[in-house]
């Protein structure tokens, strides 16, 4: 790097590839590829005794060593991460770990909402440094997330079972209670029936169908309609029937404006992409991300199209509000101007360094960058610079008319209502619709007039008579509160003051992602895991998985980053309340201590202990066990549910060293404890005999012998395809040890190995051997095949191209790249091991081959 080089370090390529184009050719941009270093994996990481210092490791020890490599050629060095807690860490520990590894320099931090020329000269003009609140903000969110997931997850490994695979979340629990309890009420709730009648009227001065309008039933003899049954119903139309005279008693005519929504924020627009586009949350940010790092629109390279995603201000600045305005009066004239620019207020917890989401250059209508999106990255922008532009448009102006009719004769008084809304200058609405974020109408319009009717209403004047045409009356129930959607969730998550807008959709994929939700019909449904994992959480740590516990905690986190709370200290305060939960939750459903009391002292007259052996690579040793058991009883009196189990599991097993153990049981109000015991024990032993059936049968020495064999095979390289690795040394490794552990294998499991033998067979020896063992003939004879005409097609075209020389560069659309290279290599590697291509594979590797046609 020459003399005064400049390092900029940015968190992806797409990002450090828009900054080039606006900094000078002394600067040396490159990415840290998001987080260089995070707590461990597989231990706690933080030194509670110490203040709670997180015990921080390297997660991408290449990028360091590039990263520092070129740190030490530089003059300045310049942080660029995201403006938000999770950048200001990033940039924080990029700090820390350069520091150590090159001589003293200087390090600025540069911050910017939107990737463009101006914004990235006028950062660059003004650099500061780290803001350490918003780093201590965001290492306690990290830690408490930690804390909960380390120290809470354990639990449900121990009461629900399935491993590793459960965990809680301090966010994450609180999201999947509040989809529960929704479900619940659904689950509880029972329809009540009730009557909806409608009157179709016209006025008796200009009678005829083309003057006839609706009106709904709303009071009856001056109270409000309630009709709630068949005989009721029966009823009103009888006497519905017998009226007459119908008179205008009531028209009452409201001027209404309607403003415009506020520009987005994060969840607001994670709320309109699920309504409109049908976009999940993860994916909406995905898009949002390529939008914020750049496109090239033409002019030379990538440039940011909005300002930065992650956002819970409504803020804009005052250059974009005039750019707005000028674009607006020239567009759609003056009447769409007000006067004054729109104020949107936002939350209190709002970051005041912030603007919302916009356009970056609201010029750029969307049909001009059109040419230059891909679909969702085009639907996406589209939403945002409609939502922007509208809010700085003048309010819809609306006239609603209000009709009241009432019978002059007959049994009762019904009073009957009509409505009608006229707009009369539309404004924003002219470019974006009056709904809310989840896509529901902010207005009830289940009464309102349309068509020739709107007209027919606003002719009418108190006192007119109408006559009645027809009455209809129609049966209807009540309807259950309707589940969430990734929408309505975020809405409601917000609305508890619970996550924040780097978090909302790690929250709602979170909980899909564990199978604690289903989706049906585009809405979130509790899994019956899910609904267990919940229910022990709620019943064993209530306080901790509140609403209003999770909400008080992320305002502490805001209070950190405002530089008025400590964020040891809260961290020391949360840690000794999760210390007393768990300690209680430890000992939810223990047995009662007389019951513990009688039982040890039946065990501790046991003389003739079992010696101490191994079961499964664990050394078992019952006296010791059961000493340790008694010592914690006589310590505190209290064991647990599991203790207590064990304990009624040794009685069990040492039944002939213990005095009348059923009449100990009886007396001690044990008998149904023991009972199960009893059945738990032979139950195990049941089944370790069919394991040992198993493990000795004829099928699993031939799988032994398989294994033997395929013990030398060549093992291709681990491959990747998209998020998952392929490795399969490291598949055999492991279905090997669960056979040699005396674990069956599934028949899954076979038919895996029997593929993967069936791929090795022809580079191993005793090859035949092994294709009798795993029968691998009937295996391929069973496997579907490719038709004699398909199979020359694919053998053309994989001949084709494995004489191009000169593959086209990778392309990059929205997130995923293009590369032809590749996709040849995997077809050609797929179809060498299995004959076989699925339709669209074949259909895509025949379009592949005609592009490379005359390449070749």
Known sequence: MPENRKLVIVESPAKARTISRFLGG?????????????????????????????????TKKDVVAKLAKSAKQASEIYLAPDPDREGEAIAWHLKELLDRKRPPVEFRRVVFHEITKSAITKAFQSPGEINGRLVDAQQARRILDR????????????????????????????ALRIVCEREREIQA????????FIGLFEPSRNPGPRNQFKARLTKIDGVKADVGDTNAAEKVKVDLVKSEGFVVSAVEVKPQRRKAPPPFITSSMQQSASA??????????GVAQSL?????????GPTGLITYMRTDSVAVAAEATKTCRAFIQAKYGDKFLPPKPPVYKSRASAQAAHEAIRP????????????????DQFRLYEMIWKRFVASQMAPAMLKRTTVLLENGSGPRRFTFQARATVTEFPGFTTLYPAKDDAGENKTDDREEASGDAVSILGKLNKGERCRHVDFEGEQKFTEPPPRYSEATLIRELEANGIGRPSTYATIVGTIQNRGYCGREKGKLVPTPIGFEVNDYLVETLPALFQVGFTAEMEKKLDEIEDGTVDWREMLKTFNNNLATWL??????????????????????????????HKVNKSKRDDKAFFDSIKKQFSESAAITEKQWGALLGLAVAYRDQI???DGLAAKNDFTNDLKEAEERREAIAAAAVERKRMMESEDTLKLKRAFDILANAPWEAPSKKGARTYDDAKFFKSLKKQLDDGRPLSEKQIAALGRMAAKYADKIENADELRELLSLDALAAAAPSVAPQTAKEIETALDVLGKVSEWAEPVKKGRRVYNDKEFFDSLASQYASKKSLSPRQVAALKRLAAKYADKT
């Open 276 to 285: 409109y586009l049908r976009m999940s949350a993860s994916r909406t940010m």
């Open 147 to 174: 804390l909960v997931g380390y120290k809470v997850s354990p639990l449900l490994w121990t009461k629900l079972g399935q491993g590793k695979a459960l965990s809680a979340g301090r966010v994450q629990s609180v």
């Open 26 to 58: 002394n600067y040396e941009i490159t990415a840290s590829m998001g987080h260089v270093r995070d707590l461990p994996e597989r231990s706690l990481g933080v030194d509670i005794e110490h203040g709670f210092e997180p015990v921080y490791v390297e």
């Open 292 to 300: 914020y790092e750049g496109v090239d629109i033409g002019s030379g």
């Open 659 to 661: 005095s009348d153990l």
């Open 189 to 196: 709730f029972k329809p009540k029936e009730y009557w909806v």
């Open 360 to 375: 970056a250059d609201v010029t750029l209508t969307p049909d001009r960058a059109k040419p230059f999106l891909d679909k």
């Open 583 to 612: 300690g209680e939750a430890k000992f939810a459903n223990a047995p009662d201590s007389a019951k513990v009391s009688a039982l040890v002292e039946a065990l501790d007259k046991i003389e003739k202990w079992e010696a101490p």
